[in-house]
């Protein structure tokens, strides 16, 4: 029997989950891209890209599909997605389970500034110029509109489309990980003193922090969104125990 697993992805793990279940022959495993990324990494697995409607709608694909298992495994931010998917698998009784990357904690040195979206971001940024690096992705940048008065380096996979309304903005077009002792030469070679980040969690994107903080920069940390309690995991390895568990081969049950 072939058990027909669903990835919500967008994320290096989801990518690393798929090619980890795609190895059981009894499993048969489709990522779903939500194809805000114009030029996606390969997968590996049948993909699937687009939106499904919301949580109707995935529910209904879940359905037609015959989906045994939703995995979540989107962005630590995606929230929306995960509400909908949590939504999606209580209406269509289908299984769910999440990939929940653990947050950053501050360490000793780490000068930390914490607010809860891109708004106030912006606004703890202060009222006199600053040199900012805005490392978080392109999607919610234009919310820096309203502090036109900083220098701003923005780093994205995708470009930043339209530039921002502001007098001083540098784009750069990179995909990660991205290395500590390369992230520390890009903060000193534009003499960043402000460094503006989501609470990704994971090592990919963390030298930025480890930079900042070897570096006694400030980095402008945008907590979390509160994400559904569904089962979850905190890495691959455990996550991927927890659907072998899930769909064990009979045989494997003395049975």
């Not at 793990?13 to 009894?26: I, M, P, T």
């Not at 939703?70 to 995606?78: I, W």
């Not at 269509?92 to 990939?99: D, E, K, N, T, Y």
Request: net charge negative; aromatic share 6%.
């Amino acid at each position: 029997m072939t058990h027909h697993i669903l990835i919500l992805g967008g994320t290096t793990e989801a990518r690393q989950l798929a090619g980890r279940l795609s190895r059981r022959k009894d499993f048969s495993v489709t990522l779903s891209l939500a194809g805000r990324t114009e030029s996606p990494a390969a997968q590996g697995v049948p993909v699937r890209v687009g939106g499904f409607g919301g949580a109707e709608g995935l529910a209904a694909y879940l359905s037609e599909e015959h989906v045994d298992l939703l995995v979540d495994a989107t962005h630590p931010y995606a929230a929306r997605i995960s509400a909908n998917a949590a939504e999606a698998a209580k209406r269509s009784g289908v299984p769910i389970l999440a990939l929940r990357r653990p947050g950053w904690e501050p360490v000793a040195s780490d000068h930390w500034t914490l607010v809860d979206d891109v708004a106030e971001a912006a606004s703890a940024l202060g009222a006199a110029p600053r040199r900012v690096f805005l490392a978080i992705g392109r999607q919610e940048a234009g919310a820096f509109e309203t502090a036109p008065q900083h220098r701003y380096l923005i780093r994205s996979v995708d470009p930043v489309e339209p530039k921002l309304a502001v007098p001083d903005a540098l784009y750069l077009l990179a995909r990660g990980p991205f290395p500590e002792a390369d992230e520390r030469t890009l903060l000193e070679r534009y003499a960043i003193d402000a460094v503006v980040s989501k609470n990704s969690g994971g090592e990919a994107t963390y030298g930025k922090i480890a930079a900042a903080r070897a570096l006694g920069i400030e980095v402008v940390m945008i907590s979390r969104p509160a994400l559904p309690d569904v089962p979850s995991a905190e890495t691959v390895d455990a996550l991927a125990g927890k659907v072998d568990h899930l769909f064990e081969p009979v045989a494997e049950r003395g049975v």
